[in-house]
């Protein structure tokens, strides 16, 4: 298994630029939650996706971040227009919310994207 | 008050100490209980959930006392390659698919 997937990596660019990062959940999971990391704030959940319906957006911290799912092997989230105070790292992790119910709960995460805004 | 509760450190341990780590969760109603792991510059990795009965995976050990609204985290043994954050993450009730994460304990073993 592939895990979470996501990309860029890394993404440096400058403040007002719009921002797309990239994810694609592991095969067979129905539900895909975006996170936001930083030092000051630690993991925010910003939005969850269970069978590509949005469920919970209240993370989300104004109009300029926007996140679609349009099918079950992707999903993005934007930023436009980007600030600095964006500057964080980004997760993407997924689950399968089945019939055992722990495992229910088990979220595996992407490797993250960097996102700097200058 | 955060919903979730932890105390950030970081810990300094010697090689082959015993450490415990603590977390509290506000609501009462919380269903599901978990430790992850986050090395620095990765993502969190599960470690283990945590049961009402308490569980043992090798060194590690999780208890669970839901009267008192808190969860722990031993380490026995501890080795160099524990050195990482501990993450306390918690479902509440309604929200069963969302993890509610602590903000972390930091955890460093020392040669």
């Known amino acids: 298994d592939a895990g979470v997937i996501q990309s860029p990596r890394h993404e440096v660019t400058e403040m007002g630029q719009e921002v797309t990062l990239r994810c694609k959940p592991i095969s067979g999971h129905n539900s895909l939650f975006w996170y936001r990391q930083t030092m000051m704030r630690g993991l925010e959940l910003l939005i969850y996706f269970n069978n590509n319906v949005p469920i919970d957006d209240s993370g989300m911290p104004e109009d300029r971040f926007s996140a679609k799912m349009p099918n079950a092997s992707f999903s993005t989230l934007k930023i436009q227009p980007s600030e600095p105070r964006d500057s964080a790292v980004y997760f993407c992790?997924?689950?399968?919310?089945?019939?055992?119910?722990?495992?229910?709960?088990?979220?595996?995460f992407g490797a993250g994207t960097r996102l700097s805004v200058l | 008050r955060k919903e979730v509760e932890q105390d950030p450190g970081p810990f300094n341990v010697p090689e082959g100490a015993t450490v415990a780590f603590n977390c509290t969760y506000s609501?009462?109603?919380?269903?599901?209980f978990f430790w992850y792991r986050q090395d620095c510059r990765k993502e969190p990795k599960l470690l283990m959930s945590v049961y009402s009965s308490g569980n043992e995976d090798g060194r590690f050990t999780a208890q669970l006392n839901r009267a008192s609204q808190y969860i722990s985290l031993l380490i026995r043994d501890s080795k160099l390659s524990d050195s990482a954050t501990y993450l306390c993450v918690v479902t509440f009730s309604g929200s069963a698919r969302q993890l509610t994460f602590g903000s972390g304990t930091q955890l460093t073993v020392l040669p």
């Open positions: 992790a997924s689950s399968n919310t089945g019939t055992v119910v722990l495992a229910k709960n088990i979220q595996y």
């Open positions: 609501n009462s109603a919380s269903q599901s």
